[in-house]
């Protein structure tokens, strides 16, 4: 039963030290539960067809995701369990000194990962399943889907793959594990803590040299990136190469670098335990630059994700919200074809008089019983046409322009719940729905002020204050119309363009029959006549902001994880080892506040660094990437990053917290012992 | 008295053809049952190459290490395992005890390892605890204790398995003055009632003084052995500090 009972001992200890290990295990399994459980969340919603294949789908992506998900959190439990096992030589040593053979440290080694296996996956799942319960309300509302009723959610499907993922990682821990007790010799075991305690002193020049040199590789990457954007693949490579190289020699010569320059200023330098957490630092990042590296390049992926594919899925979602205004919307106008050479063919000029849409209501059987409210408007042609080709973000924008009279306007605010617009005389109004309208009634800036329009011998002129962008119609394609708003009677006469029956329902129960009425329209002669209700509208956009804002928390979290648990895992473990260092503090009279504060200082610097260059990287990606967005979907990536911050602030934060606390309670129990025993 | 101990021609190389450093230089000695041996040396002389060769924790390069007349030299995994745990006790600098386990349980390891009855376990650490003065911190873990109490429970560690020869690596090195005295005395108490022998490295002219035999190494090869014999603690001690000044000074803490 020895075997049982140290492997026991060992898992309990390692619950107090690697608190963080265990987080990571249970956070892992958690996060590979939810997001491949995705499926099984519509139990508790009420779906239309395409909504649930829409959720299929959804899934499917998650899942499909879930195989490079498991390969990096593979990776960094093999990553931290060498980590750990590395600190455990000498326990092995001690074994054998026993007399223990191999196989039955291998089967402590075994035991122990069956536990703490164990212990993650069931500890994981369970957080799993509490934590999908919360996200399926999440999913339901970007599907925009209604909760039938709140029932318990678990997936079968989702345990058995998350078990077995995390079944073959442990076991190939336990691989791993036995072959490294099988290879070592003894010798090594047992005088493995005597070693590597070699310090490289950093030269001034080179270090200088090194960091001036990473800078300008750093700046350089910048520079082509804001250059050339991220649609050239070459200097794309080329700047990723570059910001990695910059990035790899900004660690490796930092250090160095501050060490000296402090040195120089002897006020700071030699200033409470500045001297020996710098040192400490140096002594540390000299051999620890490569992982560093990697948290900065972690870190720098997990913004990104997280703060462009969230700001994207808001910014769609936004845009969603912005273009369904109405219920329903059914419309007629002039049916296109594209000729054999690509020149666009009028099937039958639109009736100059328009279509009267209840009128066809009628003749149909086309029954608007499920409307609260409806109302129809007309667009009509007319001169002149005030904007045609604007250069709008350096892309050359034409705007279609209709004219509608204030009446059919105000209807349509009256439905949206938008106080009406009062025209005083000799004046119009402008109106845009994309947000191209905004950027180009911005870019037109006077030109399009000084516009005026002469309609049945009365000349209009445009008020700074009446322009608008209000949305004509629910549609899942936004065209770029500019609407002109003008007193009743001025359009009578001009040729009509659209005419558009805008309707909302009683409520949203209603939507199969105001489908199968508005169906009854059918087919009109040589007319391009549809429909298009706000349901499908949202379910067809959000499947697509649920697939990116879903991938963006998924990958970004694990990203977070993995980077945290790197440097949390390192802090950890050099606690231990500094414990001789902060003993001997403590023995010259250094008081416990000063020694904590040093603890601190020393793993802010490790947390901080790494995070703040990743920043700085993150900000200059994504103030491309969201130049290159914003031109066709809105997307303010900056301003809608607060949730991720958020989660980056609360899981990275965490583990930060997690690592002091830890670290200050190996030290001080340390040396509070000692104090004991004298 | 029987010997258990032969160290015939031992040699221990390290490195490659090119640079070749011999730690031991064909060492030869015997020590017999009962015995209390001590082995000095400069730092870099050799010595703790040769503890860890009679250890079975590093392996040697030519030569021959019979204990109990059996060449250890030639033990496969599993018998150096079989070997250790029935016929060696170590007692290390650092101590090496397990954090995880109380003194009791370090204790009792040895045994368990050895897969004695769980009933005769309690009664013998209880009695080698008596022994040595710690029955008093049986239940505390290595963290609450003293060094001088850590050093006694991985010797009680190392003796209760009645092994043919116990190995200190510098016990007393991490010691103050005064436990470095009772852990020797413990150590002479041992060798003079339970029989035990004890091979031990040091570089402690004080602690080499309760020995009964001193073996001196220079360069890998043996340089001068020096015997007790009839002589008082005090005589001995000066003895060892003569062949220390001839040796070139010991006085290098390694």
């Known amino acids: ?678 | 008295m029987s010997t258990i101990l032969q160290v015939k021609h031992l040699e221990k190389y390290y490195g490659n053809k090119g640079n070749l450093t011999k730690a031991l230089d064909g060492i030869s000695f015997d020590v017999k049952t009962g015995e209390y041996v001590g082995v000095m040396g400069a730092s870099g002389s050799g010595k703790t190459t040769l503890l860890n060769c009679i250890s079975t924790i590093d392996s040697a390069t030519a030569g021959q290490i019979l204990i109990n007349g059996q060449d250890i030299t030639e033990l496969g995994d599993k018998a150096l395992a079989k070997f250790r745990r029935e016929s060696l006790g170590f007692v290390f600098q650092d101590f090496n005890l397990l954090d995880t386990l109380t003194a009791y349980e370090n204790i009792a390891l040895a045994l368990t390892i050895l897969r004695q009855p769980a009933s005769e376990i309690d009664v013998k650490v209880r009695r080698v605890a008596k022994l040595l003065g710690i029955s008093m911190v049986l239940d505390k873990f290595p963290y609450q204790m003293s060094g001088g109490q850590k050093q006694r429970v991985a010797s009680a560690r190392a003796i209760i398995t009645n092994p043919a020869l116990i190995l200190a690596d510098e016990p007393t090195g991490a010691l103050d003055s005064k436990s470095a005295k009772t852990l020797l005395e413990n150590f002479e108490q041992l060798v003079s009632e339970q029989d035990a022998t004890i091979l031990m490295v040091t570089h402690d002219p004080v602690a080499a003084s309760y020995c009964n035999r001193i073996l001196f190494i220079r360069d890998g090869k043996l340089f001068n052995q020096l015997v007790r014999g009839q002589h008082s603690r005090k005589q001995f001690f000066d003895q060892i500090i003569e062949v220390i000044s001839l040796l070139g000074g010991a006085d290098d803490n390694a």
Request: with cysteine; aromatic share 10%; net charge positive.
């Open chain 1, 1 to 678: 039963m020895t075997t049982l009972k140290l492997a026991f001992r060992s898992v309990r200890k390692s619950f107090r030290d690697f608190t963080v290990y265990f987080l990571t295990l249970t956070l892992g399994v958690s996060l590979f539960y939810v997001f491949n459980s995705i499926d099984s969340q519509q139990s508790i919603m009420s779906l239309t067809s395409g909504q649930s294949s829409a959720l299929v789908m959804l899934n499917q992506i998650m899942s499909n995701f879930s195989i490079l998900i498991s390969v990096i959190l593979g990776l960094l439990i093999i990553y931290a369990n060498r980590y750990l096992l590395r600190r455990r030589k000498k326990e092995f040593g001690v074994y054998m000194t026993l007399g223990m053979e191999r196989s039955q440290i291998s089967r402590i080694l075994v035991l122990e990962t069956v536990f703490i296996g164990l212990i993650a996956l069931v500890a994981g799942s369970a957080l799993g399943v509490v934590l999908s319960q919360g996200m399926a309300v999440v999913t339901a509302n970007l599907l925009g889907a209604g909760i039938a009723s709140f029932k318990f959610i678990f997936s079968l499907a989702a345990l058995r793959s998350t078990v077995l993922f995390f079944g073959l990682t442990f076991l190939l821990i336990m691989i791993f594990n036995v072959v490294m007790v099988r290879r070592q010799k003894l010798i090594d075991l047992i005088y493995a803590a005597r070693r590597n305690e070699r310090f490289k002193l950093p030269h001034l020049g080179r270090s200088v040299l090194l960091f001036i040199l990473s800078l300008a590789c750093i700046g350089s990457a910048y520079y082509l990136v804001a250059d050339n954007g991220i649609l050239m693949v070459p200097v794309l490579w080329s700047a990723v190469a570059l910001g990695v190289v910059g990035t790899f020699l900004f660690f490796f010569s930092l250090s160095g670098f501050f060490l000296k320059l402090l040195q120089q200023t002897k006020k700071v330098y030699f200033s409470g335990l500045n001297m020996f957490v710098l040192r400490q630092i140096n002594s540390k990042i000299n051999t620890t630059y490569v992982s560093m590296t990697m948290v900065c390049l972690m870190l720098f992926v997990a913004i990104c994700t997280l703060s462009s594919g969230m700001g994207l899925a808001r910014a769609m979602s936004a845009a969603t919200a912005k273009s369904t205004p109405y219920d329903a919307s059914f419309s007629i106008d002039e049916r296109y074809t594209l000729t054999s050479d690509n020149e666009i063919h009028i099937d039958k000029e639109y009736p100059a008089a328009g279509v009267d849409i209840m009128a066809l209501a009628k003749e149909r059987g086309v029954s608007l019983k499920f409307a609260k409210d409806y109302a129809t408007v007309r667009y009509y042609t007319a001169e002149p046409n005030m904007v045609e080709v604007t250069k709008v973000s350096g892309r050359a924008v034409s705007l279609k322009n209709i004219y509608i009279q204030l009446s059919d306007y105000n209807r349509l605010l009256e439905l949206q719940g938008i106080k009406p617009l009062a025209l005083k005389t000799g004046e119009y109004a402008v109106s845009s729905v994309t947000p191209y309208g905004k950027e180009l009634i911005d870019t037109m800036g006077d030109r399009l002020y000084e516009q005026t329009i002469t309609l049945q011998d009365k000349r209009l002129s445009l008020n700074k204050s009446r322009v608008f962008f209000h949305t004509l119609e629910t549609s899942s394609n936004e065209e770029n119309v500019l609407a002109v708003v003008v007193p009743d009677g001025l359009l009578v006469g001009a040729p009509a363009a659209r005419d558009v029956l805008n309707i909302q329902y009683k409520n949203p129960n209603v939507e199969p029959q105001a489908v199968a009425n508005l169906n009854k329209f059918g087919d009109i002669s040589q007319l391009s006549a549809g429909f298009e209700t706000k349901a499908q509208v949202v379910e067809a956009t959000g499947s697509i902001t649920a697939t990116l804002a879903y991938l963006a928390v998924y990958l970004g979290v694990v990203f977070l994880i993995a980077a945290a648990t790197v440097l949390a895992i390192a802090q950890l473990s050099e606690a231990s080892d500094n414990v001789r260092r902060y003993r001997l503090l403590h023995k010259v009279g250094t008081d416990d506040k000063m020694i904590n504060r040093a603890v601190f200082a020393q793993i802010l610097v490790y947390f901080g660094v790494p995070l703040t260059l990743a920043l700085v990287h993150a900000v200059v990606g994504i103030s491309i990437v969201s130049n290159l967005f914003s031109t066709f979907q809105g997307m303010k990536i900056m301003g809608s990053s607060l949730v991720a911050a958020l989660i980056i602030i609360a899981i990275y934060g965490g583990y930060f917290m997690a690592t002091y606390f830890g670290s200050k309670s190996v030290i001080t129990r340390e040396y509070a012992k000692r104090e004991s025993e004298t």
